[in-house]
């Protein structure tokens, strides 16, 4: 989900009581919908097959990019294996996909997270939790702390599914992609255009969707990101900055598919001789991510 600078996560109880009390839907104001969600409208073991957001089994989605910590100044190189697994989950009555989300920087694995999929027979894409895990090291690339801030469940806690992706988009559509106070998930996306055109190393598109990305629990933290039809997601802008340029770009290197997705090891295993290494990560922890 969305990433905010490095350390900004901690919040009191009393302004976690607060967000549930301020955020509850009100469908008179012009703010950020939460979805009406009912497991009536979906359909177990239904396809994912959004233009803009299709999850077929056995795919993985590569994006890399040079980072910079906005924190320190710290350049990594970064890379993302998002794998949409043939596991599934019950979740608040629906019948989940598990897409398995890991990232590395400079080689070494920061974070592991499995996120929640679902498509109602309207053809929105919803997001239904996720399980995450950071990861921290020490100068000398020893693990020393793991984190499982902004992990929830829709139905756990007060938690509530939002929208990856509406069946039908529209600019100025404005909605919570997960809506879980309670557990520090708030991010919520506004459709900003739909006619954009942009090139990955997998191709040129026209017709890109853009979305920008917010969070109450992060604010001045602002990313935007592109949607291509056919493929999904295209591209990740990271930390936009005042002049509205993003401090970091992450672009979608390759698209791969086999019949099973890979067991955890094959990923790490092109990775071992960097890790071996003693890639150094300055005491780093994993920044949160956007939803896919």
Not at 134 to 161: H, M, P, Q, R, W
Not at 222 to 229: D, F, I, M
Request: hydrophobic letters at 40%.
């Amino acid at each position: 989900m969305l990433r905010p600078a490095l350390g900004s996560r901690a919040l009191g109880l009393v302004s976690i009581l607060a967000l549930l009390i301020a955020l509850v839907p009100n469908r008179a104001s012009a703010g950020p919908v939460v979805p009406d969600f009912d497991p009536a409208n979906f359909v177990p073991g239904a396809p994912i097959d959004n233009p803009y957001s299709p999850l077929i089994v056995g795919t993985t989605f590569r994006f890399g990019g040079e980072v910079t910590d906005p924190e320190d100044g710290e350049k990594t190189f970064e890379t993302e294996f998002d794998t949409v697994t043939n596991q599934t989950k019950l979740i608040a009555g629906v019948l989940a996909v598990v897409v398995r989300a890991r990232t590395f920087d400079d080689g070494v694995l920061i974070e592991d997270t499995l996120d929640f999929h679902a498509q109602d027979m309207s053809g929105n894409v919803w997001y239904l939790g996720e399980d995450t895990k950071a990861f921290e090291y020490d100068d000398n690339g020893k693990l020393i702390n793991t984190d499982t801030s902004g992990s929830f469940l829709a139905g756990v806690n007060g938690a509530k599914a939002g929208f990856i992706m509406p069946a039908n988009p529209t600019i100025g559509f404005n909605y919570y992609q997960e809506f879980a106070a309670a557990d520090g998930a708030l991010d919520q996306a506004t459709i900003l255009s739909l006619n954009e055109t942009f090139t990955v190393p997998v191709g040129s598109f026209t017709n890109v969707l853009r979305t920008e990305e917010t969070s109450e629990l992060e604010p001045g933290v602002l990313e935007n990101k592109l949607y291509a039809k056919g493929v999904g997601q295209i591209a990740t802008f990271e930390d936009i900055q005042a002049d509205g340029k993003p401090l970091n770009t992450l672009v979608l290197e390759s698209v791969g598919t086999s019949a099973i997705p890979l067991p955890p090891a094959a990923w790490t295993g092109a990775l071992t001789i960097a890790m071996l290494a003693g890639a150094k990560l300055s005491g780093r922890v994993r920044r949160r991510r956007c939803a896919q």
